[in-house]
């Protein structure tokens, strides 16, 4: 690790460390692994880490081979643990945070370089998202064509909606192309905005979405289904994220609150293969940019006019470099020319 020194066959005291994801969104959590993977360059480092339990999959695919990860385990599971001389609990509580101080912080960053700031107490050289393998899963019970475009569905913000009838154009689109959609993402999140759904027509494509206890992929199947599309399109939200550990895969976004240099997936330490829209409103990006009492859940103005302004024509641009990207990364893959 840079600036950091051991002495070679010292025998170094066991420092032993809680990290505690809390309740934020799977995106931010996606974003706080580059963190605990370099704390674990220091041999001294015994690490516990704690997550909302359907994130737990993801942390044990990324440590829980690791031989100085002593547990991966729920939030739950963190509830019993009592401090001691040699056992260090950090981590996370964004119930707490106060506006404007912490959470204008953590907006005006991307996730990525507040999660090392706050964990490793370090900027990180490489930002990339920790990958998952394309074998953590076994997705031939889908049956999934050749050709397959993954749709993001489902938010808990009614400012970062994927909207309903953009949806279904765009799920024409792909099909006049060839190209199956795949309509992947869960209904059954707390407050979940009624909107993001409605609408849509999942008739168009296959219906991969989950709602109520009906979960029809876990996900790491679902890393591995978004490893192997084509693209993955929608608005901002915890899919997106899971692309960026997913390969290479294009992924065309929407951004209204935030900017995109503040969401994008990192991959190869860059944003690689993102292809971003934005509306065209000078209040696009308010969470980045006012310094209000407001935690932008809502829209500030009332209206939510950002979300109509991420029309089918601007979808359609980013698609089409989208999958011009992909294919070309597919011709230098079989000429011998890519990784």
């Known amino acids: 690790m840079e600036g950091v020194i051991f002495r070679p066959g010292s025998r170094l005291v066991k420092l032993r460390m809680h990290e505690i994801l809390d309740k934020a969104g799977m995106g931010d959590n996606i974003c706080r692994a580059p963190a605990l993977a370099k704390l674990l360059e220091q041999p001294h480092v015994y690490l516990s880490i704690f997550a909302p339990k359907p994130h737990v999959p993801l942390f044990e695919h990324w440590f829980g081979d690791h031989p100085r990860v002593e547990q991966v385990g729920s939030i739950q599971d963190a509830k019993f643990i009592t401090s001691d001389k040699d056992i260090y609990p950090r981590g996370f509580d964004t119930t707490s945070i106060k506006i404007p101080y912490h959470d204008h912080t953590y907006h005006r960053v991307h996730p990525v370089d507040h999660g090392a700031r706050m964990i490793a107490n370090r900027d990180l050289e490489d930002r990339s998202y920790l990958q998952i393998s394309p074998d953590a899963a076994n997705i031939a019970k889908f ?113 209204t609150v935030t900017h995109p240099d503040t969401r994008m997936p990192i991959r190869h330490n860059s944003f690689h293969n993102v292809f971003p829209l934005t509306p065209d409103l000078p209040c696009r990006f308010c969470m980045t940019n006012m310094y209000i009492l407001h935690d932008f859940s809502s829209c500030v103005y009332g209206d939510n006019l950002c979300v109509p302004e991420l029309t089918y024509e601007k979808f359609r641009v980013q698609i089409d470099k989208a999958l011009e990207s992909g294919a070309l990364d597919a011709a230098n893959t079989e000429d011998g020319t890519g990784d």
């Open 143 to 255: 049956d999934l064509p050749t050709d397959y475009a993954v749709l993001a569905m489902g938010h808990t913000w009614t400012n970062r909606t994927f909207k309903g009838s953009v949806a279904n154009q765009v799920a024409d689109y792909l099909n006049s192309k060839g190209i199956t959609p795949v309509f992947l993402g869960k209904k059954n999140i707390d407050h979940n905005a009624p909107v993001s759904w409605a609408g849509v027509d999942r008739t168009k494509g296959i219906d991969l979405t989950s709602e109520g206890d009906d979960h029809k992929t876990t996900l790491l199947e679902s890393s591995v289904i978004l490893r192997y599309a084509k693209v993955v399109i929608g608005v901002d939200q915890g899919l997106h994220h899971l692309a960026g550990c997913s390969g290479d895969v294009p992924i065309v976004v929407g951004y």
